[in-house]
Nanobody, 119 residues
């Protein structure tokens, strides 16, 4: 069972920056995909950014050019640098690890960290 712990959320003014961290209990190099998702009140959880072990990084259109996802395999940590934050970025941000076993995806989630952007 992979455990993920997010940190770095908080309250920031519009235009500000935050960096989220996701510490994993296991070697993230073995995970097929690491990613960040978010869920705003009354809305479905949505993809923010994903970084596969092989392949290209993918961002939601709404965050392209403002957010950057990265990973430090030595520290088993994934980061989300968020710049030029907007009030619509307000949400609970969740870290995700996906491991494919026999072609079947196994998803692991952190407990979430709140990001609030004031106007």
């Amino acid at each position: 069972q992979v455990q993920l712990v997010e940190s770095g959320g908080g309250l920031v003014q519009a235009g500000g920056s935050l960096r989220l961290s996701c510490a994993a209990s296991e070697n993230i190099f073995s995970m097929n995909v690491m990613g960040w998702y978010r869920q705003a009140p009354g809305k479905q959880r949505e993809l923010v950014a994903v970084i596969p072990s092989i392949g290209f990084i993918n961002y939601a259109d709404s965050v392209k050019g403002r957010f950057t996802i990265s990973r430090d395999n030595a520290k088993n940590t994934v980061y989300l640098q968020m710049n030029s934050l907007k009030p619509e970025d307000t949400a609970v941000y969740y870290c995700n690890a996906r491991l494919l076993r026999s072609g079947i995806p196994n998803d692991y989630w952190g407990q979430g960290t709140q990001v609030t952007v004031s106007s």
